[in-house]
């Protein structure tokens, strides 16, 4: 067993090496690319992808609250990096081209990825977002899921507790899933847990979908040992099971 200091080390050079990482990556490029890297995991072609793109760049029922929400965070001071609007453009993508009804994510605080989900789950007409994280909730005067529209608000469920003990229970429940994205704990024995799990709940044609995956080589090779296909889009990696 690793001393927990030492895990809390390693993992802070692993954070360390994802901002030079960041750095270094055109994400520009990645982001142009967005719909053709999908297109190779999903059942639906680039141009059918780049419609949805279009589509989430016109929303404007909802980028007007979810701007109002961002600036609420910043102004209170309690964070500065709440968006991951390349990545949740990519989860709205995929929602939209998968049509999911029943999606599980790991990791809310102010809810930038439910937001996304859930407003593909509107324009979809349909679906559940069972979101799991730690007692308690973000900083500063916030619950979770802030940025979370309240068009949209119906659609999402929260469950309170540590993954490991409320996960396994929840996956059982809420059956076959078309999406479960992990963005809790990102140190690797949590991360294979929660990866392990998911997998025997997915649906056929399933996606198994993973934040800030560049921490670490675990996603790439867990989507190989199960021979998922994958891709990864900026700080977003996806793996289909194939139907």
């Avoid at 701007?67 to 939209?96: K, N, Q």
């Avoid at 909730?137 to 619950?143: R, S």
Wanted: net charge negative.
């Amino acid at each position: 067993m690793v001393p927990n200091t030492l895990r809390d080390a390693i993992y802070a050079v692993r954070k360390a090496r994802l901002g030079l990482e960041r750095r270094r990556l055109d994400y520009g490029e990645e982001t142009r690319e967005r719909a053709e890297r999908l297109a190779a995991v999903l059942p639906a072609s680039a141009a059918e992808l780049r419609e949805y793109e279009r589509e989430y760049e016109d929303l404007e029922w909802f980028h007007d609250t979810y701007a109002d929400r961002v600036a609420e965070i910043h102004e209170a001071g309690v964070a500065t990096d709440t968006t991951h609007w390349r990545d949740g453009v990519t989860l709205y993508v995929v929602c939209r081209a998968l049509e999911v009804e029943t999606v599980v994510e790991t990791g809310v605080l102010f809810g930038s990825f439910d937001a996304h989900i859930l407003a593909a789950m509107c324009e979809n007409g349909g679906g559940t977002l069972h979101a799991v994280d730690l007692p308690g909730g973000p900083p500063g005067p916030f619950e979770y899921g802030h940025l979370i529209p309240d068009r949209c608000r119906d659609r999402w469920e929260l469950h309170r507790g540590d993954a490991r003990e409320v996960l396994p229970g929840l996956l059982e429940r809420v059956g076959p899933l078309d999406l479960f994205l992990h963005d809790s704990d990102h140190r690797l024995p949590h991360m294979r847990f929660e990866y392990e799990a998911a997998l025997g709940h997915l649906d056929p044609g399933g996606v198994l979908a993973s934040h800030d995956v560049r921490l670490s080589r675990l996603f790439d090779r867990f989507t190989e040992e199960n021979g998922l296909q994958s891709c990864v889009v900026c700080d977003t990696g996806l793996g289909r099971q194939s139907r």
